[in-house]
């Protein structure tokens, strides 16, 4: 017995739908999709990461108004 149907995946289409509105849902698919091909860069040793600074991570974050 299969554990997703086609109308499970249509339901969970149409929560994520309702939930993030059509105007976001191609900003998450990009972001999801440059996730993917960074874990695959990762998995597989392609492009080294480049090492975080010292001086870079020791910025101090900005402070807001309240």
Do not use: D, I, Q, Y
């Not at 299969?2 to 929560?15: E, G």
């Amino acid at each position: 017995m299969a554990l997703l149907h086609p109308m499970h995946l249509a339901l969970v289409a149409l929560a994520v739908l309702l939930v993030f509105g059509p105007r976001k849902l191609p900003e998450l698919a990009r972001g999801v999709g440059e996730a993917m091909k960074e874990l695959k860069n990762t998995l597989h040793g392609g492009e080294a990461a480049e090492p975080m600074t010292a001086a870079a991570s020791s910025e101090p974050l900005p402070e807001g108004n309240g």
